[in-house]
Structures are given as C-alpha cells and as structure tokens.
T-cell receptor, first 114, second 113 residues
Framework: DTGVSQNPRHKITKRGQNVTFRCDPISEHNRLYWYRQTLGQGPEFLTY????????KSRLLSDRFSAERPKGSFSTLEIQRTEQGDSAMYLC????????????FGEGSRLTVL | GNSVTQMEGPVTLSEEAFLTINCTYTATGYPSLFWYVQYPGEGLQLLLKATKADDKGSNKGFEATYRKETTSFHLEKGSVQVSDSAVYFCALSPFSNAGKSTFGDGTTLTVKP
C-alpha cells in the first residue's frame, strides 16, 4: 500500500515564475485535497476533488492558483506569477468516501519564492 | 465559520509524565473530530478520531473524548515517551462537507529522557 506521493519535495523559484506541484493519491481513494501550511500554523484548506470534479475552492485560492485532476487519479497545483507570500508548504491529502474527513497526507512540497 | 483552538506550545515533559493537550472547537452541526501527529521530517498522519458525541478515540496509548457540551476534544496520554516528541494538530471535519477540514495551529511536544 503506497501512500500519498508529492513532488517535487522542495522548489525554489524567483518571484514571477510559474511552478507546478504534482500529487499522486492512494490509488483507491476518490477524494483528493490540497492544503497550504505556513510556519507555526495548521494546514489551511485550498481545494478538493471528488474523482475529477473540483467541488470546492477556498477564497485563499486566488486566480493565480489552478488545480486539476484530469482523470480522477493524480492532481497538479499550478501557481502562476509567484509572489513571496506564496512561500509555504503545499500539502496533498486523499481519503475514501467511506471515511470522509479522515485524511492521508503526503510529505508536502515546500515552495520558496525569492 | 468553523474553528479549532489548541493550547499553545511548546510543551516540554519528562519521560513517563502525563500529557494533556487541550482542544476546543466551534462548528455548526455535528462534526467529526481528529488528532493528527507530525513527527520530525514526516508528513501529518492520523492519530485518532471520534465521529459523534461521547465517542472516545484511542491509538498508541493516546486518548481523546468528544465532548459536545464543552465543545472539546482534549488529547491525553498517561505516560509519554521520547518517541512521542512531535507536533500535534487537532482538526474537525464538518458533517455537511467532509472535504473541508479545519485544523488548529498545532502544539509542539518535546519529551526529555
């Protein structure tokens, strides 16, 4: 049973560049979530998918952020025109419908915007 | 909106001491409640959960009871070990929207031998 996989684990970029993160959930999980975590804070909800449908987006997700899950398997989170305030850990999690709310997290992708 | 408040850390204990980390929540309806743990260098992992009032979640010697009357879900362990050193997060998942969990800010526990 492989867990949730995220890559890259760490991305350093210059302000204004675009970055993309990938998440591979646990294979039998139909729900996939993106959260953002900054130092000293708990994870903050960004968006979630049930299969390929994006069901909710937080107002934290500005129009520079876009997430996709084209075939209901892996997901990507793209940040366009990065800003220093985007520096954070981006967490992906998955869950099954049977135990909704019980999240299985990946190790996260840390973004540093210089 | 929903919110979770955890006791501020860091918490430092000696091995075999008793641990309590307080967690209170604000939510409409009947959320499910969770404790997650993040060990150094690792991702968050579920520690225990409770899905309705008066349920007790337990795992690895940790316990927490869902108290609707006090809107609390305090984490306890009778005898901590050095290996319990980690950051602990309390979280709720609303019944109406299980995809949108709300987390507390985490409490860092350090256990010294």
């Amino acid at each position: 049973d492989t867990g949730v996989s995220q890559n890259p684990r760490h991305k350093i970029t210059k302000r204004g560049q675009n970055v993309t993160f990938r998440c591979d959930p646990i294979s039998e999980h139909n729900r996939l979530y993106w959260y953002r975590q900054t130092l000293g804070q708990g994870p903050e909800f960004l968006t979630y998918f049930q299969n390929e449908a994006q069901l909710e987006k937080s107002r934290l997700l500005s129009d520079r952020f876009s997430a996709e899950r084209p075939k209901g398997s892996f997901s990507t989170l793209e940040i366009q025109r990065t800003e220093q305030g985007d520096s954070a850990m981006y967490l992906c999690a998955s869950s099954s419908r049977q135990v909704a709310g019980e999240l299985f997290f990946g190790e996260g992708s840390r973004l540093t915007v210089l | 909106g929903n919110s979770v408040t955890q006791m501020e850390g860091p918490v430092t204990l000696s091995e075999e001491a008793f641990l309590t980390i307080n967690c209170t929540y604000t939510a409409t309806g009947y959320p499910s409640l969770f404790w997650y743990v993040q060990y150094p260098g690792e991702g968050l992992q579920l520690l225990l959960k409770a899905t309705k009032a008066d349920d007790k979640g337990s795992n690895k010697g940790f316990e927490a009871t869902y108290r609707k009357e006090t809107t609390s879900f305090h984490l306890e362990k009778g005898s901590v070990q050095v290996s319990d050193s980690a950051v602990y997060f309390c979280a709720l998942s609303p019944f109406s929207n299980a995809g949108k969990s709300t987390f507390g800010d985490g409490t860092t526990l350090t256990v010294k031998p």
